[in-house]
């Protein structure tokens, strides 16, 4: 069981909007640490796709939105694609364990 | 282009040990933390241990403290883990990665496999 949790998948038709959440607690992401999410594809190595809570790596496209607000971080995606079908992951630092934690991943299917 | 290449998998038994390796370049390998992160079959990502970029701080998941032991050579742009007690629920790809802006991992390895098996 992950420390942040994440549904295991959303989905959604080409164009529309989904939102992917990561709730923590007050350890974590509700202590101010930074969120950050990364993108994999099957067999492939994850890739940092939002570091900061808002902050778009070169090559990440703006329909690609961060957030935080309390205890709780989401990743939005506009304008949805079918090369955004990925495997997605939050993650944190967490105060009481003194280390990195990661959401258990989201997978994106657009339908 | 910053370049992580590990080695060191493969297939060891219960209670057995490998050194997993780490080579870093196209960067300033001594002035960056470094953690290493795994990831079972089919399963998500897990934070393993990190180090600090002088090797003063160093930090491991429940899980594996006493039994793995994190390490850096920076005049040889290398991260080490020296993996011991191995059980089955280690078995994983490790990746080796770069901590960077605002603490996140931002670059990764290709990563080594890890298989604890009889």
């Known amino acids: 069981q992950s420390i942040l949790t994440q549904p295991p998948s959303v989905s959604g038709a080409p164009g529309q909007t989904v939102t992917i959440s990561c709730t923590g607690t007050?350890?974590?992401?509700?202590?101010?640490?930074?969120v950050h999410w990364y993108q994999q594809f099957p067999g492939t190595v994850p890739k940092l796709f939002m570091y900061?809570?808002?902050n778009r790596p070169s090559g990440v496209p703006d329909r690609f939105y961060g957030s935080k607000s309390g205890t709780s971080a989401s990743l939005a995606i506009t304008g949805l694609q079918a090369e955004d079908e990925a495997d997605y992951y939050c993650?944190?630092?967490?105060?009481?364990?003194?280390?990195?934690?990661f959401g258990g991943g989201t997978k994106l299917t657009v339908l | 282009e910053v370049q992580l290449v590990e080695s060191g998998g493969g297939l060891v038994q219960p209670g057995g040990s490998l050194r997993l390796s780490c080579v870093a370049s196209?960067?300033?390998?001594?002035?960056?933390?470094m953690t290493w992160v795994r990831q079972a079959p089919g399963k998500g990502l897990e934070w393993v241990s990190s180090?600090?970029?002088?090797?003063?701080?160093?930090s491991y998941t429940d899980s594996v403290k006493g039994r793995f032991t994190i390490s850096r050579d920076n005049p040889k742009n290398s991260l080490l883990l020296q993996i011991s007690s191995l059980r089955a629920e280690d078995t994983a790809v490790y990746y080796c990665?770069?901590?960077?802006?605002?603490?996140?991992?931002?670059?990764w390895g290709q990563g080594t496999l890890v298989t604890v098996s009889s």
């Open positions: 007050s350890s974590n992401i509700g202590a101010n640490h930074n």
């Open positions: 990665a770069r901590v960077g802006g605002y603490n996140s991992f931002d670059s």
């Open positions: 900061g809570n808002t």
């Open positions: 180090i600090q970029s002088d090797g003063g701080s160093i």
């Open positions: 196209a960067f300033t390998f001594n002035s960056y933390e």
């Open positions: 993650q944190s630092y967490d105060r009481s364990l003194s280390g990195w934690v």
